[in-house]
């Protein structure tokens, strides 16, 4: 079963603290991407890569990064994480055209204290 | 004004009920069209998708497309408990570029 898979499910963190959320994809996919989602603002997108070592930043870029060394690994960095960046993330791959829809993975559950 | 529109709900209906969701937009050069189910706790998943105006049909699901009035819906029959998710419509162009805009997504309550 082909799989998008997040290192953590909840993750609590401390506000200024670096975080790193890991996204792996198993299925050669060359398009990748962060949202986050929440209540009443659906999902937003944070930064997205169609192939290795490049990146594209999407609508709400600001306070993060990312970083894509190899075709199935895709991580978005809080570079010093803030309480508004409390949230659910969601990593997505994709194959060609948008019409091949999304693969997304279960998310992580961020709270920022 | 958000490319997307989606009633946030929540909607609740009896089990055996037909329900209808439907989202608006605003970017004519939309073709392609996306519902995407979400259970809790889990990333969505693609439900069905379908190119331009008409409708298409897959089991007790029904997705509809009105370009003429930017209206998309999907149509369940037969509702039942499992249904009960939120569901997002999504759509995006026809370039390899583009990338797929998502509504905010329809809590739907199935009630045994």
């Known amino acids: 079963d082909v799989k998008v898979t997040q290192s953590s499910r909840y993750l609590v963190k401390r506000t200024g603290e670096k975080v790193f959320l890991e996204c792996v994809q198993d299925m050669d996919h060359e398009n990748m991407f962060w949202y986050r989602q929440d209540p009443g603002l659906g999902l937003r997108l944070i930064y997205f890569s169609y192939d290795v070592k490049m990146k594209e930043k999407g609508d709400i870029p600001e306070g993060y990064s990312v970083s894509r060394e190899k075709k199935e690994r895709f991580s978005l960095i809080l570079e010093s994480a803030s309480t508004n960046q409390t949230s659910m993330y969601l990593c997505?791959?994709?194959?060609?055209?948008?019409?091949?829809?999304?693969?997304f993975g279960s998310g992580t559950r961020l709270t920022v204290v | 004004q958000k490319e997307v529109e989606q009633d946030p709900g929540p909607l609740s209906v009896p089990e055996g009920a037909i329900v209808s969701l439907n989202c608006t937009y605003s970017?004519?050069?939309?073709?392609?069209f996306m519902w995407y189910r979400q259970y809790s706790r889990k990333g969505p998943e693609l439900l069905m998708y379908t190119y331009s105006s008409g409708n298409k049909e897959d089991g007790r699901f029904t997705a509809q497309v009105d370009k003429s009035s930017k209206y998309i819906s999907l149509f369940i029959r037969d509702s039942q408990p499992s249904d009960s998710a939120t569901y997002l419509c999504?759509?995006?162009?026809?370039?390899?570029?583009?990338?797929?805009?998502f509504g905010s997504g329809t809590r739907l309550s199935i009630r045994p």
């Open positions: 999504a759509m995006s162009g026809y370039s390899s570029a583009s990338k797929i805009i």
């Open positions: 997505a791959s994709s194959f060609g055209q948008s019409i091949n829809g999304y693969t």
């Open positions: 970017n004519s050069a939309f073709q392609y």
